[in-house]
């Protein structure tokens, strides 16, 4: 059986899973009384798995020319083409949503990017349900894809790693030995466990917070997939209060390191955790960012001579490390002591700091978006040996091979990636512009888009901005923004290579 499924094209699978997965909302549907809710998604799926059986008996035995060209192109497939098939069932509901609308919410579900044209009291739970299950399928996709199919053509950050000849060599050795479905096949096998434990256990922890089980759930699967996902407008309405946000932080720590995952023994992984550039940097903007944040109240409330307790300056604090931490994985939540961060000093905090969280993004390899961790350490590294070298012309940067390689190859990488993301960034913001979107509310939408952290149009500027209200042109901007941020540039440019397409 496992054979017969490794011969099956990767887009099919992800087509059956997709199929498969919409029976999940229907006994939510059944207990909530939604008939026409349950009906769509169980036609659905059934439809869809009828169909991928029939094209599957069809291409079996069908062989591939060229793998990674088939890899990359089933990729892109995956984040722009899937969310059509997605869409139908929440279309069918009683959503009352255009297509085109349902379209966006499944792409921005899929890339985890979490913006939304509906509002909560819109949707009933089974559709909630779908949103945040779709949002983490796309986090275990990305997750998965990640290690299997972009580590071994040294994309998606992997590049940095791999500016290591010796590192290069062994990826290089590993992709050409073992096939490109038995890889993918046998990472799926390996992290669904995982991901789906550290599910179920951040779900009894907010349950057991207070939560409502329901809740909970979403909650849980947005976490761990940082697709930022609530049927609730905010975590304020929630029951789970400063111990469940405590619970989320803990999770999110999966998506500021790959080495939170691997599979090495407890001593050994404590000790490269305790090394890890990428958590270590993480971890360091976590704790100072919301502390200087806390600072700047704390002065601003001493200017105008307000009074305020102690436990009003912890949740002040709190909201800001809850917020920065969520922010920085790019998941989005927005703590339900925010405001109360602001309203303690009477002063509002920019959205600039948010906006520069969520471009800096979380570690390689995670579902977390934006330019990520690595690439902005290697970049600081280079910049520490270029002012070493100011003071000290000759002199040697030590550390090792891999150090030096690292700043030289790696931080070459890094900058071209930075400046791609810079250009596409400013490539969206002249196409929303077209559309008669502000320049403040291009800025907001882009880095929301690109760095796949869609809550921040709510929060970043000085009013929300509502995906609903934008017109069609400019959502199917951003939904192709949501792809390119997802997928990242360099492998949408891989896909020029003239060796993809040769023979």
């Given at each position: 059986m496992i054979a017969q499924l490794k011969q099956i094209p990767l887009s099919l699978l992800f087509l059956g899973f997709s199929g498969i997965a919409m029976y999940a909302p229907v006994p939510l549907a059944i207990v909530e009384r939604e008939w026409a809710t349950a009906r769509s998604f169980f036609y659905s799926g059934t439809i869809l798995i009828i169909l991928v059986a029939m094209l599957a008996i069809a291409t079996s035995g069908r062989k591939v020319r060229n793998p990674v060209r088939s890899q990359l192109v089933t990729l892109l497939a995956a984040w722009a083409v899937l969310p059509i098939i997605l869409a139908i069932p929440l279309f069918e509901g009683p959503s009352g949503a255009t297509f085109f609308e349902t379209y966006f919410e499944m792409v921005s579900s899929l890339t985890t990017t979490g913006a939304t044209v509906f509002d909560a009291n819109t949707l009933n739970g089974a559709e909630h349900l779908w949103r945040a299950l779709v949002g983490w399928l796309g986090g275990f996709l990305f997750w998965t894809v990640a290690i299997a199919i972009l580590a071994p053509l040294s994309l998606?950050?992997?590049?940095?790693?791999?500016?290591?000849?010796?590192?290069?060599?062994?990826?290089?050795?590993?992709?050409?030995?073992?096939?490109?479905?038995?890889?993918?096949?046998?990472h799926v096998a390996e992290l669904f466990p995982v991901c789906l434990g550290l599910t179920a256990v951040l779900w009894l922890l907010l349950v057991l917070s207070g939560d409502d089980s329901f809740v909970a759930l979403c909650h849980a699967m947005s976490v761990l997939s940082t697709s930022g996902i609530s049927p609730l407008a905010g975590l304020d309405e929630g029951g789970a209060g400063i111990a469940g946000e405590g619970f989320m932080i803990l999770f999110m720590v999966f998506a500021l390191s790959r080495r939170t995952f691997e599979r090495d023994g407890l001593e050994k992984r404590v000790t490269t955790l305790r090394r890890d550039p990428e958590l270590r940097l993480g971890m360091m903007i976590v704790l100072v960012v919301p502390l200087i944040l806390f600072m700047r109240h704390w002065i601003g409330a001493i200017e105008v001579r307000a009074t305020g307790t102690i436990w009003e300056g912890f949740l002040a604090l709190w909201g800001g490390f809850f917020t920065v931490a969520s922010f920085l994985t790019s998941t989005g939540f927005e703590s339900a002591y925010w405001d109360t961060a602001q309203s303690w000093s009477r002063l509002e905090t920019p959205g600039l700091i948010l906006l520069g969280l969520a471009m800096i993004g979380g570690g390689v390899a995670t579902t977390a978006g934006g330019v990520k961790l690595l690439r902005v350490f290697v970049l600081y590294r280079h910049a520490q040996r270029e002012l070493e070298r100011l003071v000290h012309p000759h002199s040697i940067g030590g550390s090792g091979a891999h150090a030096r390689s690292e700043r030289?190859?790696?931080?070459?990488?890094?900058?071209?990636?930075?400046?791609?993301?810079?250009?596409?960034?400013?490539?969206?913001?002249?196409?929303?512009?077209?559309?008669?979107?502000?320049?403040?509310?291009?800025?907001?939408?882009?880095?929301?888009?690109?760095?796949t952290t869609g809550p921040l149009a709510s929060i970043a500027g000085d009013i929300p901005i509502f995906y609903s209200?934008?017109?069609?042109?400019?959502?199917?901007?951003?939904?192709?923004?949501?792809?390119?941020?997802?997928?990242?540039?360099?492998?949408?440019?891989?896909?020029?290579?003239?060796?993809?397409?040769?023979?």
């Open positions: 998606g950050g992997f590049e940095i790693i791999g500016s290591d000849p010796k590192i290069a060599s062994r990826t290089t050795q590993i992709g050409s030995v073992m096939k490109h479905r038995d890889r993918f096949a046998r030289r190859h790696g931080a070459y990488l890094a900058w071209i990636f930075f400046m791609l993301f810079a250009f596409s960034v400013a490539a969206v913001m002249l196409a929303l512009s077209l559309t008669g979107i502000g320049f403040e509310p291009a800025v907001i939408l882009t880095v929301a888009a690109i760095s209200t934008l017109p069609d042109t400019a959502k199917a901007i951003l939904m192709a923004a949501m792809v390119l941020g997802r997928l990242e540039t360099l492998a949408l440019i891989a896909l020029f290579n003239p060796e993809f397409w040769r023979g």
